[in-house]
């Protein structure tokens, strides 16, 4: 499918070719003939079908330092999991989507909107923990893993279909993710993370510094940064043995644990799309989603 080939960029300093449009036609048409034909047309489409059953886990967790019992929050009066989990069921490319959480309230509340629920250990340290159980409570075989954060309510059910079909037509990436633009303000915020790319869209670096480094010591207007965003897909094999690598020295240093896998070596794949990233991550920032969707008649 030609998603991610059609696009030229304004900017010819990035590569072009691997920038997702949201809206594309065909990818619409085609998506169209999947949800119709389900299986059959999917395995025409991917050929053999590799790597071509794909689940969708959203990991909630109810105890959070800066924020507790987050993906309960009401927003526009519905809790904010299940506006997560209703965009999560519009991808086109996801056989399955669940809820992985250690909370029996969060649990209750997902069954209750319809969704699938999988109970994981409240040991688990991170969302790609949480994930990896998941899909060995799952018992089924996957062959990719989207982490869909249950904190982008307004997350687009194209990105997640992006995500995964760059991962699917990159058969030696283990890893795909995706970017967006970096508002110039927002250029030395270390909660922002940046990240660069090769010219066929593979990640070289992620950083909470300024890359690339301008020698004027100042963020250059000119440049088209990129913005990470947190949604993640892995190959299943990968997964597995993701948690158990050993931390890495810039993993370490950085916090941020995707080093890690460039760090080994892997090769990670990441598409640009259009996207206000719109996480809920302290309670003010629920007011602030609010008032954006009732700006786009979002309800
Ligand atoms: C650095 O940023 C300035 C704008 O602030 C830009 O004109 C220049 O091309 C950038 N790169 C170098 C190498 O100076
Ligand atoms: C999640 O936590 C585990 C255990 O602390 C750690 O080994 C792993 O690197 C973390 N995963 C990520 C993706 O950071």
């Known amino acids: ?31 169209a003939a999947v949800a119709a034909h389900g299986g059959f047309f999917r395995r025409l489409l991917w050929r053999g079908g590799y790597r071509s059953r794909v689940v969708g886990i959203i990991p909630a967790r109810f105890a959070s330092s800066r924020f507790q019992g987050k993906p309960l929050v009401h927003i526009l009066g519905k809790p904010m999991i299940q506006r997560t989990w209703e965009r999560a069921k519009m991808a086109s490319t996801l056989d399955h989507v669940v809820v992985a959480t250690d909370d029996e309230t969060i649990a209750k509340c997902c069954r209750g909107f319809g969704a699938d629920v999988v109970m994981t250990s409240e040991a688990c340290k991170n969302g790609t923990e949480r994930c990896n159980e998941a899909l060995e409570k799952l018992g089924k075989d996957y062959d990719v893993v989207v982490n869909i954060q249950g904190d982008e309510p307004l997350i687009d059910p194209e990105i997640i279909d992006g995500i995964v079909k760059s991962l699917q037509e990159s058969p030696d990436a283990v890893f795909s993710t995706a970017v967006t633009s970096l508002k110039p303000d927002d250029g030395t915020d270390p909660n922002r993370v940046k990240c660069i790319v090769d010219n066929n869209g ?6 909470r510094g300024l890359i690339p480094y301008n020698k004027s010591g100042k963020v250059n207007p000119q440049f088209p940064y990129l913005l990470h965003l947190g949604i993640q897909s892995f190959d299943a094999k990968f997964l597995k043995i993701y948690p158990k690598l050993a931390p ?3 993993q370490l240093e950085e916090d941020l644990e995707q080093l890690k896998v460039l760090e080994n070596g892997y090769k990670m ?20 989603i609010e008032a954006l969707m009732r700006e786009r008649n979002i309800s």
């Open 269 to 288: 794949k990441v598409i640009k799309v259009d996207h206000d990233a719109h996480g809920v991550d302290i309670p003010e920032d629920v007011e602030k």
């Open 248 to 250: 890495t020295p810039l």
């Open 1 to 31: 499918m030609a998603v991610c080939s059609s696009g030229s960029e304004p900017s010819g300093s990035i590569g072009k070719g691997w920038i997702v449009h949201s809206l594309l036609i065909g990818a619409a048409v085609a998506a």
């Open 202 to 207: 593979y990640a070289i670096y992620f950083s």
